[in-house]
C-alpha cells in the first residue's frame, strides 16, 4: 500500500524567503512522486513529477524537489518565495508502478506568503 | 477556458437521496479519473473511465456507487443512498491520452445531512 505524510498543514515564509515543504512516502513498488498546487478558486495543477532518472526535477514556476530513496522523502523547495506562490501543495505518489493516475495524495500543505 | 468542469461546487443531500456529480473534461481529453477527499485525509483515486468504458474501478466502494461516461455529454458519479460518511470532496480530472499528467477540476463539496 502507499501512502503520503506531508508535515505541516500550514508553511509561513516572507516573501523572498526560502520555501521547503516536506513530504514523505511510503510504497510497496518504486514510486512516481508528483507535487501539485492549487491556487485558490481552481482545480490542481502539477508542478512537477519524478519517475526514473535524476533524482532533482525541475518544475514550473522555480520548483523544484529531489528524491531521496534512502530517506524516502520528495521534498518541494524554491530558493525565493513569491506572493504569487500562496497556494495549497499536495505531494503524491503512485499506486502503482509507472501509473500517473492511480495517486495517493497527502493532507496538503497550506503555503502563506507574508510581505 | 477549456479547463475541467465540475458542476454542482457545492451539494447538499440528506440521508438516503442520490448525488449525482458531473465532470466535463477538458477539450480534447478521452480520459475522465474521480478522486475523493474525506474529511483530515488526501485525495485518493476512485475511478477511471473512457468513453463508454469503465478501465479501472479498483477504488470504488464496492456498493451504492457508480460512474459512467457516455459517448456523448458529461461523466457521471452517482451516489445512491448517501450516508454521513459520504460527506467529502470529489475531484474529477481528465487527461488526453493515457498516463498523460492529469488536469483537475475545482471538485465537488457534498454534504450528507
Known amino acids: 500500500a502507499q501512502s503520503v505524510t506531508q508535515l505541516g498543514s500550514h508553511v509561513s515564509v516572507s516573501e523572498g524567503a526560502l520555501v521547503l515543504l516536506r513530504c514523505n512516502y511510503s510504497s510497496s513498488v518504486p514510486p512516481y512522486l508528483f507535487w501539485y498546487v492549487q491556487y485558490p478558486n481552481q482545480g490542481l495543477q502539477l508542478l512537477l513529477k519524478y519517475t526514473t532518472g535524476a533524482t532533482l526535477v525541475k518544475g514550473i514556476n522555480g520548483f523544484e524537489a529531489e528524491f531521496k530513496k534512502s530517506e524516502t522523502s520528495f521534498h518541494l523547495t524554491k530558493p525565493s518565495a513569491h506572493m504569487s506562490d500562496a497556494a495549497e501543495y499536495f505531494c503524491?505518489?503512485?499506486?502503482?508502478?509507472?501509473?500517473?493516475?492511480?495517486?495517493?495524495f497527502g493532507k496538503g500543505t497550506l503555503l502563506t506568503v507574508n510581505p | 477556458n477549456a479547463g475541467v468542469m465540475q458542476n454542482p461546487r457545492h451539494l447538499v443531500r440528506r440521508r438516503g437521496q442520490e448525488a449525482r456529480l458531473r465532470c466535463s473534461p477538458m477539450?480534447?481529453?478521452?480520459?475522465v479519473y474521480w478522486y475523493r477527499q474525506l474529511p483530515e485525509e488526501g485525495l485518493k483515486f476512485m475511478v477511471y473511465l473512457q468513453k463508454e468504458n469503465i478501465i479501472d474501478e479498483s477504488g470504488m466502494p464496492k456498493e451504492r456507487f457508480s460512474a459512467e461516461f457516455p459517448k456523448e455529454g458529461p461523466s457521471i458519479l452517482r451516489i445512491q443512498q448517501v450516508v454521513r460518511g459520504d460527506s467529502a470532496a470529489y475531484f474529477c480530472?481528465?487527461?488526453?491520452?493515457?498516463?498523460?499528467?492529469?488536469?483537475f477540476g475545482n471538485g465537488t463539496r457534498l454534504t450528507v445531512t
Open positions: 503524491a505518489v503512485s499506486g502503482e508502478r509507472g501509473s500517473n493516475y492511480k495517486l495517493t
Open positions: 477539450k480534447g481529453h478521452s480520459h
Open positions: 480530472a481528465s487527461s488526453g491520452q493515457y498516463n498523460s499528467p492529469l488536469h
